[in-house]
């Protein structure tokens, strides 16, 4: 897999105009979901899961009950990356779907 570049702080501006919801927290893309209850939130991770494996890229998440955290950091490339992007474009779709 080839190494992936980190954005600078104008493209992940750039990207964050394409993400509503999203933001930069501790050098991460940051989000935090909140589902109807905790079946549904539990449900976008289920599905998630199946396309970020696929990805071979894994989030930092972490649900308390209706709510889902994630953060998205491309760690080999020491910050936020294309893939990264590209994840959280992922797990908006999904979220629109069960919301």
Do not use: C
């Amino acid at each position: 897999m080839p190494r992936l570049e980190k954005l600078s702080d104008s493209q992940i501006q750039s990207a964050l105009e394409g993400l509503p919801g999203w933001s930069v927290a501790d050098a991460k893309l940051h989000r935090e979901f909140v589902f109807s209850d905790f079946i549904h939130a539990f449900g976008f991770m289920a599905t998630a899961a199946i396309a970020i494996e696929a990805m071979g890229h894994h989030p930092e998440w972490f649900n308390v009950y209706n709510r889902v955290r994630v953060d998205l950091t491309t760690h080999d490339a020491g910050g936020i990356t294309a893939r990264d992007v590209e994840l959280a474009k992922k797990l908006e779709s999904i979220a629109h779907r069960l919301q």
